[in-house]
Structures are given as C-alpha cells and as structure tokens.
C-alpha cells in the first residue's frame, strides 16, 4: 500500500517499480569516476573507433575534465560482463544491450536515466506492455539525432503504426509527409495517462491553431467540454487525416447533424430554401462568435440575403 501511495498508480506499477529497484540492486550499478574513466580507456586500446560515434552527444565519454562534473560516461557503465572480457575478449562474455530484453534495457538505462519517461516507459505505457524497448526507438552509437531518437528527420513511430501511416495519406490531412508537424507534436511519449499519449486533446490543437481557441462571446459547447465532459475537437475532426475536407468526420452536413436536426423552418418556409443551402454557408462562426448566439456569419446580410435582413423581417442579432 506504501509504494501504491507514493507512485499514485496501480498496485502492479508499484510492484513493477519494485522489481526493478530490487534487479538494480544486484546488478553492479555505480563506479568510482577514476575507476569508470580509466577502465573505460582499456576498452578503447581494441574499440578505439567506438569513441568518435558517441563525441557530440549526451553520451560522450568522460575526461579528467569532468571529474567535477555531475554526469560522467564510461564504457564499464553500460557494458556489463566487462571484467570477463578483459579476460577473454570475446563477444560473449560482454553485455550488448541490443541483445537484451526490454525489462533489462530498461534497467541499463535507468541506472541514468530517473526521469517520468523511463519509469512510466517500465510500468504504465502501452509500448512497454507491447514488449518495445529502448533501443527500439533509441540508438546510442553513432547517432547525432536530438534525444537519441533513431530518426529525427522522419516519424518513425509509423513504422509500427501502419493504419495511422494510411491516415496522413489521405485527402485532406495533417502536414506529416511534408515535416511541417511531427507526431511528438500532439504526442508525448511517458508519464502520459491518457493511452492515446496525447496531452490534452484541445491543448495540442490549440497550441497551432489559437484563433478557433476562444474565449468567445458565445461559446460553442462541443468545442470546449472536452476539459470536462470529453467533446472537443475531435468531436468534428479526424486529427490525422480524412477523406473529407477540413479533416471532418462526415462529408458536408453530417459533421453538424450529428448532434443538430434540421429545423422545421428550414424544411417548410421559403420553399425551403433552408435546406438547400450547407450549414456553413450562414452558421460560419461554428467554433464560437463575438456577436451572434447562432453563430451566423456576421456578413451574411451582404453575402447572401441582404433583401431578408433589410426588410426587417431576419435579424441577425438575436
């Protein structure tokens, strides 16, 4: 119950959380920086070339310089099994982390690494239970890409996410292929409850697109009850792509009438002209409106039915 408290999550996070502190305690962890330093420069009198593939990066080796410093880096800290193969220099008596499961990546890398993304990572992401590892997304030699990430070029999440791949690839879309936007835009991968790892649906759409945000006068309900209630954003919009315009979940009306009827009015009056029309043509301002609890187009006097409106039998002010 104590470990439960302290993590806020699960029994089992708090289980998992416990075996990994308990593996990590039997396993050798921490070095002297001497130590560290000058053992690590034996490994380099055979692998001297593996030094330049970790310069420039976080895990760049250590030097007398940074014996003050709160990070060092040694070969001996990552690379378990090195006392034997100091002894019998072959490549089964060293540890390869590529070789080793997800859990004991994790262990490896955690050793550092303390941060929400590593413990959620072992315990709470879906990638975890889907047995992805560190080094599935991550390379630690030879890679001058930010984080470490694999590719920092491409979204190489869609590598596995095939059906989201097909999702930017249709006709209205999200600028994926064109590297405008990047799925670590909307997606934040560890320490994230939310199963979709997205941080506040509205948030994300919000952050680009600030001038649908609000506050309006006239708030459109859908639009900001997703904080509270689950709407949002997504009620109307597919956020990778769709096969309508403007990312929409139905072509044309369907998008509005899946919450909306049409009103009797349209259907009888004017022969009606109501329903000829789409609902976007008069009720433009859908997000929300300064002036106009219907959210009608504040032009539309001029645009469509100036006759109507200055007859004096519409009002647009209502």
């Not at 308990?22 to 330093?37: A, G, H, K, N, T």
Request: charged content about 20%; glycine content about 8%; hydrophobic content about 30%.
């Amino acid at each position: 119950m104590v470990g439960k408290k302290i993590i806020g999550g699960s029994a089992v996070t708090a289980i998992m959380l416990l075996l990994i502190f308990s593996i990590s305690l039997s396993s050798p962890r921490f070095y002297d920086r001497r130590e560290s330093m000058e053992q690590s420069a034996t490994c380099l009198d055979c692998h001297e070339d593996y030094e330049a593939t970790l310069a420039g990066t976080a895990h760049r080796l250590s030097s007398d310089g940074d014996l003050k410093s709160s990070m060092f880096v040694g070969c001996i800290n990552c690379h378990d099994g090195w006392e034997k193969h100091l002894e019998d220099p072959s490549a089964e008596t060293i540890v390869k982390l590529g070789g080793l499961a997800s859990i004991d990546q994790a262990e490896v890398c955690g050793r550092c690494h303390q941060t929400a993304h590593q413990q959620t990572m072992v315990t709470t992401d879906p990638h975890f239970r889907a047995d992805i590892s560190c080094l599935d997304c991550h390379a630690v030699h030879n890679n001058p890409h930010k984080m470490l990430v694999k590719d920092e070029g491409q979204n190489f999440c869609l590598s596995c996410h095939n059906e989201v791949k097909g999702e930017f690839h249709r006709r209205s879309n999200h600028p994926l292929q064109s590297a405008n936007i990047r799925c670590t835009d909307c997606h934040q991968i560890g320490g994230i409850k939310d199963q979709a790892l997205a941080v506040g649906h509205d948030w994300r759409c919000q952050s680009c697109h600030s001038d649908y945000a609000g506050p309006f006068l006239y708030e459109h309900p859908v639009v900001y009850d997703h904080l509270v209630e689950g709407g949002g954003c997504m009620e109307c919009h597919q956020p990778h792509g769709s096969p309508n315009d403007r990312l929409l979940n139905q072509p044309r009306d369907g998008t509005c009438l899946q919450c909306h009827g049409t009103p009797p009015g349209h259907r009888l009056n004017h022969d009606g002209l109501g329903t000829k029309l789409a609902c976007v043509d008069c009720h433009s301002e859908i997000h929300g409106s300064y002036n106009n609890r219907l959210f009608l187009d504040p032009d539309l006097g001029n645009k469509l039915f100036p006759d109507c409106y200055q007859s004096g039998c519409h009002n647009l002010n209502r």
